[in-house]
Every structure is written in C-alpha cells, then in structure tokens.
C-alpha cells in the first residue's frame, strides 16, 4: 500500500520475472491488472512498470500482479499479489471571479469531502470575514474596494490543494453628506445660503439630490473639475495598467467592453451646470427642513476568470461592466421665522386691552415685557392675548418669534396707559340728617370734582328750585348740605388730560353715591289719661312722611291695631301704662309717649291643679299694695262626710298651703277689693290617691323551665301590669309564670293610679342553664376481646356524669375507657348534672359494635435446647418460640439479630422457632421479632416485641 499527494502516476514493482525451463516444460510470466479503482499502466508484462492517472479513491486503487505456470502447454497455475495506492490529492476549487456591489458575498467552492477545507484571504489590499470559514458555500461580509483575493485550501490526509477566487467589490467610498445643520439664514440679497460639507468620495463621482424642501443649485463648478473628474480619470488608468495585458490577450481589439470609460460631458453637462457634483455647494435654501441626498457612483468594467473544474485550459476570461452607487441624507433645517409684525402703538385709557400682532407663518410666537411697565397676559403665546393689570404710563410689549428656541425676531409695541385713578365716590348711606359730609378717594391721576346728578334738587317749591350745595366741589371729603327727602346722588369725577407719543388724550373715572335723607314728621302721643276701666281710646297724630305704630313701654294691655293713631288698647294693667307713638321712616323714626293710669283690679287665684298629697299650697297673683284673702267652696266644705271645712295656713296671704283636702275637687276663691269694686277669681285642687305596689314569689333562682307563684301585697291597687322580664305580661293579682330559658329576670308590679301615675316594685328570678350532654367514642366497632372503646365526653356546663354503657355496666368517670366482653350492639346513654343541680341526657342506639376477632400472644423469653422439643405457653421458659392465638387466618413471623440480620422467618403460626440460626443455636441475647397477619374476622394486625434467649 502506498500514499500519494500531488502525482497522477507512480512505479509498479512485481517480484516474479517471466522465465523458461527447457527441462521441465515450465513457461512463467507475470502480467499488471487493475483490480479496484482506475490507472493506466505502461507496461502491464514487466514487474517494473509505471502507472499514470491515478484517482482519487477512498477506498484506494488496487492493482495486482498475476503470475502464470504453464506446465507442457496444458496445465496452467495462477498466483496474484496485490498493491494499493491511494491518491490523497482533493483538487480545491475556489469558485468563479464576480464583480459586485458590496461588501458581503456568497462563495461557491468545491466539496473538500473526505478532508477539510479552509478559506483565507490573499494580499494586503484584500479584506473580509468569513462566517464559517471551513464551509465552501459561507459567507464572507466586510470585503475591501476593489479586488479581493480569497483562498479555498483542501486537505486530506498529508495532501494540501489550494485554489483562489477573485471578488471584485465595485462600491465607490461610502458616501458622507455632512452633519445635519440647524441654520438660521436671513432673506435678502446673499443672507439666505448655507453651505453643504459632503466628503469628495476617493472612488466614484459624487452629486446632490433634492429629496424635499427647497433648493437653488445655480453657482460655481470649478470644484467638480478639480476633484471628482481627476479621480474618476484616475480609476480608468489604474485599471487599464493592471488589467492590459489579460484584456488584450483575451479580448479582440474592437470589443466594446474593452472601452469601459467613456466621455461623460454631455451626460453631466446640466449637472455641472447647477453645482450638482460640487460636494462643498453653496446654495440657496427655503424655510424649514430641506432633505439633500449626496449620491456616490462608481462605474466599473472588470475581467473575470470563468473556471471549470477540468482546470486553467478551459477557464476563460470575459469582461463584465456595472455600475455601483451608494447615498447619505443629511438635512439642512432653515430655522429662520416669520418677520413679527405687532401693529401700531397705542394710547389707552383703561388697565386692559387685547394684543394685536400677526399670527406667524413659520415658528412660534411669545409676549414678554420688555424692561419698562408692568402687566398681566392672559396668553403670553397667543398672538391676540388679553392683557390686563396694565401699569400706568409705558410699558413695552415684546413679541419675539422663534423656531425651536434658536432663531428668533422681535418687535417691541408701546403701550401708554394714562387712565386716572379709579373714581371712588364712597359708600351710599341712609342718614337722618339735613347735612353729611361725602368720603370719595383723593386721585393719585387726575383731579377729582363733585357733581349734582341730573333732576337732584333741595327743595319742591316749584317758585325756588335749588341744588344740593358742597363746602368745596374739589374736596373728596367735602360737606353737602341742603338735601331733599329721600334718594341724593352725586358723582364724583376723576379726570386725567394730557399729551404723550404726540397723540392727545382725555381719561376720565366716575362712581357715584347715594345719600338717603329719612328724617320723618314728628310724633305726637296725645294727652295722659286716668280711667276706672281696663281700656281706652288713643289719640295721636297722623304722620304726613312715615309711618306710626304703638309700642307698650311700661305695664301691660292688648293693642287692637298699632299702627292705628286711634285704636283701642283693652286689658290694661292695674296701676301706671306708658304706650309710645313712634313715626319712622327706615332707620328714622320721631317719638312721644302716653301715661294711661288704670284703678281696675285683677285678681289671680292660680291656674287649676291636681294634688296626690291632702295638703297643697295655693298661688294667687301677688295683689301688691292691695289686700286680698281667701274663700272655700265645693267639696272642700266636707259637710257631707261630717267634718270640718279645710284649714288654710294664712288666708289673707295669696300663696298660703291648705290642709285636709278630701277626695275629688276642693275650689277657692282669692277675693280683692279697691274703692267701690270687689272682684275674684277661683281655682279648682283636685285630689287624687295613688295606689303603693307590692308582691312576693315562692321561689328566686332554679333551674329551667322555672314556675314561679307571685303573690300581691300592694295598698289601694285595682289594677295590676306585671312584666316578667322575657317579653312576656299578666294583669292577673297573684299570677304564676313559667320560665322557659335560662338568664337574669327582673319581674316587675305597677298598680296605675289616676292620671297615668302608678307605684311599682320589682324582683330578680335567676334561672339557670341546663349543661349539653353530648359523646362521642372510638372506635366504635371492636374486636373482643383485645379492642377497648375509648368513650368521649364532649359534654358542656357539667360537673357530674353517669355512663350506662349497655351491657349493664355503668361509670362516673368523665371519659372512661371500657372494654366487652361479648359479642352485640350496645346501645349507651350519658347523663350529666351542673353545679346547681340541672340535668340533661343523651341517648345513642347500638352505638357500639363488639365483634369476637381472634387474638395472637407471644412470649418474651424461650431457651432452645438441642434435645427437647418446645412448650407452647405463655407461662414459664420455653423450648421454642411461637405464639398462643385464636381465629388467626394468615400469619408471617420474621426475627432479627441485633445487627438486624433476619434469622428466622415463617408463615405457618404452628410452626415455631427453634432458636437455630444456619442450622446452629443462636447466641444469647434479645432479638426482635414482627408478626403480621389477618384475623378470621377480616381484621388486620401487625405486632412487634423482643424475645430474650436463653442459653
């Protein structure tokens, strides 16, 4: 076997000549075969041969060497030997040149399968990043202008093969067209340009585009000639020096890609002329944002080697022209705003007024006040603000547009504010005087006067009408007098006249005020009077201006209408009456008063009472200077009982007490007499007994349901209200009530009297709680007779218990614990006490399930002997280790050391452990056992214990 890297031809060596032996009739010869693969031999007879074309073949390329022996030209021996030649060589193939326009490509080179192949890049001018650079078909990104020179190496084994592949990248240089600009240019000859400040590309030619806005391209060229024309002549050369000599091998002379420049200037003649390919124009733009593209070209006319996988003789070259163009935007934005325009200046006479500029077209506007003056804009960016609180005289209005905060424009509007002072004639007053004095505000602008209003005058004497007069009608606080009845007004005037930005002007503030003379006529009461009577006529005056009415100044007495000058004043009081004529007119009024002398007595004896007592005092009105007593009659004579008359404590003394009333009403009589008039007044005592509750009870306190018997021992009672205290009522004398719930019941008698009084009494009847017997019990189905029942007492309030369990048995204790002795259901009640003695009981039938579940004893100690069988009991020492049980179905019994090593292990219950262990007696010590098992019932059990052996 043999490896080749590189060849297409290599030496065969046989080791058998061909020969004769005369003496045997022997002929030998030996001759090459292909046996696997491919080659062409040279010489196939001679055992030193040489092969050519050899493929590559993973498996290899098996040639043999058959040797011959031919004996007397009849029998023929053949015997071969073998040789393998590998060709390792994988030819690489790297693809077909390209031109393109861009950095990123995909390559298309041969499979290096078996081996493994690599891309790199070839020469300093070439650039790239392969993605994955083991893969034929990957991708390379970031490759150089121009020609890039990439290699696809293939090895196998020792063999390396290499190919490379040419991608033109025909891309001029990226395109820059400058940082965008913010600019504020102005309008006018030469103000409104901007310069743009693209980068002049080092490959391709570069122009501008008008991608929005607005722009004037029409200036100078002489740019475009020094810097894009020279480079672009400069590629051409470039190219045609390196690329001559392929092209005029591989090209006829009059192809016409060979002339891949050519003149240009008709086709830019227009764009030179508008300072298109001029990256440094200065041109006019509009207002706002203008969008200029710089846009790069590059034409390109390259030779490209199409190879085939056969080798150079069959690649050819051919020439492949396009054109390459890469953009940047950059927007110029012309901030320049609209011109302000604010109107013209103003004069004003007022604090307020609306602003007048012109809204702008382009940016935003804002009001400022501008170093003089003072005021508030409702606004500031509204072009037609109100304003308010304008200081007095100048104050400059600045009105500034501005675009995004950096080109701005301002005009400033004057505005004079020669108002006068604010005219303040005072308040208006009601007054009841002939003269006042006014308290108008004194100008701090202007001069104030006082005015008459119009139709004002002092007098209606139609002969000699005459105004109001001031003490001085530039005064604010001067003195009117002469005033009418009723409503004067008066102005005052502030005036503020002058001149100011040559414009004259008057301003003038006017209040007025309202000074309401009431004075009304005077009054007259008319002339004092004594009279025997209690009422009387009056006599005053009739008021020509206002009005009268009556008033009571002193004692007492109805006035039938008092605003009557005449009326009739009835129920005088005894004694001194002072009435009062009062004529008003709103806050004005005149007065005179009235003495009105009465000799009428008039006796009170006190309004009609009712008494529960047999001793009352009475209350008369106190006679004063006058002398009264008091009378008896009625039922307080007591003649129709055979007895005395009531007794009075003083009779002459209006509030005297007065003893032994009787039953029902006692009347009197206050008795007052005055020169040759007695007169009375009578008063009715009625006196009522109210009866005094009483009542016992059997029983105070017990348990419920609770009868109590109520017994009555109330005085003077033939009524009877008892409340129980449960929401429950008798009217019976002696009642007996039932209660139903425990609790704290306050019962209560009332015995009602006469007018709705009554005497009550109460008591406290304590009924107490029943406890709750209640239980529980687990388990409630046993197996006897290893089960106990575990009885739980959820009982509440008890003290006390008594368990009757079923089977006869009983139990005091709280929660006993029982165990059955036969089989059945039982059925168990409980019955509990409280402290004070009350019950309750529960009641559960067949309750309780006892069933017969087998049992299985085991013995804790055994001594195996070699030479007696075992004992089965549970007394005494055993030979052999079983249990004692009844009714057990299934049985497994394991026994461990104490190293918990399990030495023994059966399933049969008959069948116990001897105490061997392998066949030999286990030592002695303590083993653990566990059984488990079903009893015959269906009930499982598991058991565990340790088993002393003794030895």
Not at 605 to 611: Q, Y
Not at 640 to 666: A, I
Request: aromatic share 12%.
């Amino acid at each position: 076997m043999r490896d080749l890297c590189g060849t297409d031809e290599t030496v065969l060596t046989g080791n058998t000549l061909a020969k004769l032996d005369p003496s045997t009739n022997l002929v030998e010869y030996g001759e090459w075969q292909v046996a696997e693969g491919s080659g062409n031999i040279l010489s196939p007879r001679s055992s030193v041969t040489r092969v050519t074309d050899i493929p590559f073949n993973v498996k290899g390329n098996r040639y043999n060497w058959v040797v011959r022996r031919v004996y007397n030209q009849s029998f023929t021996c053949v015997d071969y030997a073998s040789v393998t030649i590998y060709n390792n060589t994988i030819d690489a193939k790297a693809g077909d040149d390209d031109l393109i326009c861009g950095t990123d490509y995909d390559l298309r080179a041969s499979s290096p399968y078996p081996g493994v192949g690599e891309w790199s890049i070839v020469g300093a001018a070439s650039a790239g990043n392969f993605i994955d650079k083991n893969n034929p078909n990957t991708k390379i990104e970031g490759l150089a202008n121009g020609a890039n020179v990439l290699k696809w190496s293939v090895k196998y084994k020792d063999c390396l093969t290499t190919d490379e592949v040419k991608i033109y990248n025909g891309n001029p240089s990226t395109p820059h067209a400058g940082d965008p600009q913010d600019v504020c240019v102005t309008s006018g000859e030469g103000q409104d340009m901007v310069t743009l400040n693209a980068a002049v590309p080092e490959l391709g030619i570069g122009h501008w585009m008008t991608m929005s806005g607005t722009a004037d391209w029409d200036e100078d060229t002489t740019s475009f000639v020094d810097q894009n024309w020279l480079i672009h002549e400069a590629e051409k050369e470039k190219w045609s020096a390196q690329q001559k000599q392929q092209i005029d091998s591989d090209v006829p002379a009059d192809d016409p890609s060979r002339v891949w420049y050519h003149d240009r200037t008709n086709e830019w003649a227009q764009a030179m002329e508008k300072n298109l390919f001029n990256a440094k124009a200065h041109i006019k733009i509009g207002k706002g944002a203008n969008t200029y593209r710089w846009f790069v070209e590059k034409r390109n006319a390259v030779p490209v080697m199409l190879k085939t996988w056969d080798g150079m003789a069959d690649s050819t070259y051919v020439i492949r022209n396009i054109t390459c163009s890469l953009y940047d935007d950059v927007v110029i934005t012309n901030l320049n705003p609209s011109d302000p325009q604010v109107g013209e200046d103003q004069v004003i006479c007022r604090n307020y007024f609306e602003l007048t500029a012109v809204k702008p077209t382009y940016g935003t506007g804002l009001w400022t006040i501008d170093g003089q003056g003072g005021a508030k804009i409702a606004d500031p960016s509204a072009h037609d603000s109100k304003v308010s609180n304008l200081a007095y005289g100048q104050t400059n209005f600045k009105w500034t547009v501005s675009v995004n905060g950096q080109c701005s424009k301002s005009k400033i509007l004057y505005v004079h504010n020669m108002a006068a002072s604010q005219a303040n004639a005072g308040p208006s007053v009601p007054i009841c005087e002939e003269t006042w004095t006014l308290d108008a505000n004194k100008p701090v602008i202007g001069q104030g006067h006082w005015e008459v209003a119009s139709g004002n005058y002092t007098s209606i004497d139609q002969d000699g009408q005459q105004k109001a007069t001031f003490s001085d009608p530039e005064d604010p606080k001067a003195t009117v007098s002469n005033l009418i009845f009723g409503n004067n007004v008066f102005l005052w005037i502030i005036k503020n006249e002058g001149q100011v930005i040559g414009k004259n002007y008057s301003c003038t503030s006017t209040d007025s005020v309202v000074i309401n003379y009431r004075v009304p006529d005077q009054a007259v009461a008319g002339n004092n009077q004594t009279i025997c009577l209690d009422h009387t006529v009056m006599n005053a005056n009739k008021p020509t201006f206002g009005t009268g009415h009556w008033e009571i100044i002193q004692g007492e007495g109805t006035i039938v209408d008092s605003t009557d000058a005449h009326t009739q004043v009835v129920d005088l009081s005894y004694g001194e009456n002072i009435l009062r004529w009062v004529v008003s007119y709103l806050e004005c009024s005149t007065d005179s008063d009235v003495v009105i002398y009465s000799q009428k007595a008039e006796p009170y004896a006190g309004e009609d009472d009712v008494t529960y007592s047999d001793t009352y005092q009475l209350n008369a009105g106190n006679p004063g200077r006058l002398s009264g007593y008091w009378e008896v009659l009625g039922n307080a004579d007591n003649t129709e009982y055979g007895g005395s008359k009531v007794e009075f404590d003083d009779p002459t003394k209006f509030n005297t007490y007065v003893r032994g009333l009787r039953r029902g009403v006692n009347t009197f009589r206050w008795v007052i007499e005055t020169q040759d008039c007695k007169v009375f007044d009578e008063v009715s005592i009625a006196y009522k007994i109210v009866p005094t509750a009483s009542f016992s009870a059997d029983k105070e306190d017990g348990c419920f349901p609770l009868t109590v018997r109520f017994t009555d021992a109330s005085l003077n009672a033939s009524k009877y209200n008892w409340d129980f205290g449960d929401g429950t009522t008798s009217t019976i004398r002696n009642p007996s009530h039932t209660f139903q719930l425990p609790g704290n019941y306050e019962v209560r008698l009332s015995t009602p009297g006469p007018d709705g009084l009554s005497s009550d009494t109460s008591i406290y009847i304590t009924v107490y709680d029943h406890p709750v017997a209640s239980f529980d019990a687990a388990p409630q189905l046993v197996y006897i007779p290893e089960d106990k029942v575990h009885f739980i007492n959820r009982s509440t309030g008890a003290t006390e218990f008594l368990w009757n369990l079923g089977d006869g048995s009983t139990s005091t204790e709280k929660n006993p614990l029982y165990t059955y002795k036969h089989e059945g259901f039982y059925t168990v009640s409980l019955k509990v006490w409280n402290e004070y003695g009350c019950e309750a009981d529960t009641v559960k039938e067949s309750f309780i399930e006892a069933r017969r579940g087998g049992f299985i004893i085991f013995p804790n100690t055994f001594a195996p002997r070699a030479d007696v069988s075992g004992v089965n009991s549970i007394y005494g020492v055993n030979a052999t280790f079983r249990p004692v049980y009844q009714d057990v179905e299934t049985f497994n019994l394991q026994i461990f050391n104490r190293w918990g090593q399990l030495v023994y292990e059966t399933k049969d219950i008959n069948t116990g452990w001897d105490g061997r262990f392998n066949g030999t007696i286990v030592p002695e010590g303590i083993y653990t056992w566990v059984a488990k098992g079903r009893f015959l019932s269906g009930k499982e059990y598991t058991k565990s214990g340790q088993i002393f052996v003794i030895r």
